[in-house]
């Protein structure tokens, strides 16, 4: 099942299509679903970091991460089990330490299922940029770091 999965991802990737895994849980096996239990203590441990650093968002700090932020901020919606998520993480990471005027912040679909039908999100990684509490671009599937600075504006 693994190595099916890595072909079909290297595919996509050699086909130049975007990847991504659908949130639609008949999509998902029950050897593709983990649960991570302590999601919401780590996003609010995060919630507190300097900038430089991912932060995640949830419903309860949603608004003031992103909708009220004075700089842009690529929000990614994600799930731990999503291996195209996992792919795109180090880069978000890399991207949160060089940019010091915009935010990336992450937000779970499996434990903030509001927020990602709020938005549309129906594959992850769905990545969209915030300006003005307003979504103004985005993007389905693994990107570049030069493609996510694109969307930043940067």
Excluded at 50 to 58: F, H, K, P
Excluded at 131 to 150: I, N, P, T
Aim: glycine share 8%; charged share 20%.
């Amino acid at each position: 099942v693994v190595a099916l999965g890595l072909l079909v991802l290297v595919a996509g990737f050699s086909l130049g299509r975007p990847t991504g895994c659908s949130t639609e849980p008949a999509a998902l096996g029950p050897e593709t679903r983990t649960v991570t239990e302590t999601k919401g203590e780590e996003a609010m441990s995060t919630f507190a970091q300097t900038s430089g650093q991912v932060e995640y968002a949830d419903q309860a700090n949603f608004d003031q991460l992103v909708l009220n932020s004075d700089v842009p901020v690529l929000v990614d919606f994600y799930a731990d089990w999503c291996g195209p998520c996992r792919m795109v993480a180090p880069v978000l990471e890399e991207l949160a330490r060089e940019t010091t005027d915009a935010r990336i912040v992450k937000v779970d679909v499996d434990q903030n299922s509001q927020l990602a039908a709020r938005y549309g999100i129906s594959s992850i990684p769905s990545l969209l940029v915030f300006k003005d509490g307003q979504v103004a671009d985005q993007h389905k599937g693994v990107a570049s770091k030069a493609h996510l600075r694109a969307l930043l504006g940067r």
